[in-house]
């Protein structure tokens, strides 16, 4: 097991994590089926994400949450949704690294998916 350090670790955890997603039963039909994502787009502003947010080197420049509401409008995105993603990123995770940043990449990641959760579902009560 590696310690997760550089940005190609990064790029192998974020492939292994949507190859993951794209075909889970309880949330991988928002990428394909709701938000039809391209994935060539998408994976490259994810390694961004995780560069940004793990390793302070600042090549993702966007708004994580915005892009979340126009998703939440068509099908609810709801808390368990977002347990199940951090279910998924823990386990990719635990299977491919180890140490201090493995371990803020879980903790990050919780972080944001509570707070994704509650945003989502307090705008579906306005
Ligand atoms: C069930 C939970 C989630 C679903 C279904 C979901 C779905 C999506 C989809 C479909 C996109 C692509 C939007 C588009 O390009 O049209 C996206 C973008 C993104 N997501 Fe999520 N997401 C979830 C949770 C999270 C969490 C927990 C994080 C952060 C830890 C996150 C971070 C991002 C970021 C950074 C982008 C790119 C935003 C940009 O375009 O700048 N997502 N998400």
């Known amino acids: ?3 997760l350090e550089t940005r ?3 790029e192998e955890l974020v492939n292994k994590f949507y190859d993951k997603v ?16 391209d994935w060539s787009q998408h994976l490259p502003k994810m390694y961004s994400f995780w560069e940004t ?3 302070g080197q600042i090549s993702y420049k966007g708004n994580p949450m915005a892009v979340h509401f126009p998703i939440n409008s068509k ?7 977002f347990a199940h ?6 386990q990719t995770i635990e299977e491919n690294f180890t140490g201090e940043m493995a ?11 509570n707070l994704m959760g509650h945003k ?3 705008a579906r009560r306005l």
């Open 75 to 81: 099908v609810a995105l709801e808390k368990h949704h």
């Open 53 to 55: 947010l793990l390793f």
């Open 8 to 10: 190609a670790d990064i």
């Open 103 to 113: 371990e803020t990449a879980i903790y990050k990641a919780t972080n944001i998916a």
């Open 85 to 90: 993603w951090v279910k998924l990123w823990t």
């Open 1 to 3: 097991m590696k310690k």
């Open 120 to 122: 989502m579902e307090m």
């Open 22 to 37: 794209g075909t889970d039963e309880t949330i991988g039909f928002f990428f394909n089926d709701v938000a039809k994502v």
